[in-house]
T-cell receptor, first 111, second 123 residues
Framework: DIVMTQSPFSLPVTPGEPASISCRSS???????????LNWYLQKPGQSPQLLIF???NRASGVPDRFSGSGSGTDFTLKISRVEAEDVGVYYC????????FGQGTRLEIK | QLQLQESGPGLVTPSETLSLTCTVS??????????WGWIRQPPGKGLEWIGS???????YYTPSLKSRVTISVDTSKNQFSLKLSSVTAADTAVYFC?????WGSGLFYMDVWGKGSTVTVSS
């Protein structure tokens, strides 16, 4: 299995400040066509996960442009340029190269 | 707008089979552009992908559950289903169904999720 490792486990952020979450995979997720088999999700409290970023760096429909995904191969980053109160929840990366696996999650909270 | 809704028993007896159905509305489950998947989340824990199905023909499952899982599609009802046999307390979780978009070249992402169905395994 491909192991996905996220950091940090918990992320307290002041509203208006930036935030960054790291996701590393145990093997390269880079496809020969340049896309990565890596997606980001946010699970808000009491809700189902929602897609934020797909194929490494593509924002899903309706996702604010303060969210961005970057990285390639084994190292990926989700960045929030200015955190808002509604961004609270658990963020997960997920690989789809081989029988899909998720990272353990990063809990973002407001200071 | 596409919506997915999970349904099934909230309580299952140990050693029995867990059965859940996901009803798709606002779109056709027969679309060749999408797969359909199941994901679960034990209480207080992270997400675990269970498996996916494509057009009633192709299924693939996470290795740790493969011997106990069956996913199937009923196109006449626009539904897909999950069966998990020989359940134990470790299978207690919220079970989500999701649409899996197929970008091509083996690139996928879950873009629409159901609200989830809580299943407890207990006698």
């Amino acid at each position: 299995d491909i192991v996905m490792t996220q950091s940090p486990f918990s992320l307290p952020v002041t509203p208006g400040e930036p935030a960054s979450i790291s996701c590393r995979s145990s093997q390269s997720l880079l496809h020969s066509n340049g896309y990565n088999h890596l997606n980001w999700y946010l699970q808000k409290p009491g809700q189902s996960p929602q897609l934020l970023i797909f194929l490494g760096s593509n924002r899903a429909s309706g996702v604010p442009d303060r969210f961005s995904g970057s990285g390639s191969g084994t190292d990926f980053t989700l960045k929030i340029s200015r955190v808002e109160a509604e961004d609270v929840g658990v963020y997960y990366c997920m690989q789809t190269l081989q029988t899909f696996t998720f990272g353990q999650g990063t809990r973002l909270e407001i200071k | 707008q596409l919506q997915l809704q999970e349904s099934g028993p909230g309580l299952v007896t140990p050693s029995e089979t867990l059965s859940l159905t996901c009803t798709v509305s606002g779109g056709s489950i027969s679309s060749t552009s999408y797969y359909w998947g199941w994901i679960r989340q034990p209480p207080g824990k992270g997400l675990e992908w269970i498996g996916s199905i494509y057009y009633s023909t192709t299924t693939y499952y996470t290795p740790s559950l493969k011997s106990r899982v069956t996913i199937s599609v009923d196109t006449s009802k626009n539904q897909f289903s999950l069966k998990l046999s020989s359940v134990t307390a470790a299978d207690t979780a919220v079970y989500f169904c999701a649409r899996q978009a197929n970008w091509g070249s083996g690139l996928f992402y879950m873009d629409v999720w159901g609200k989830g169905s809580t299943v407890t395994v207990s006698s």
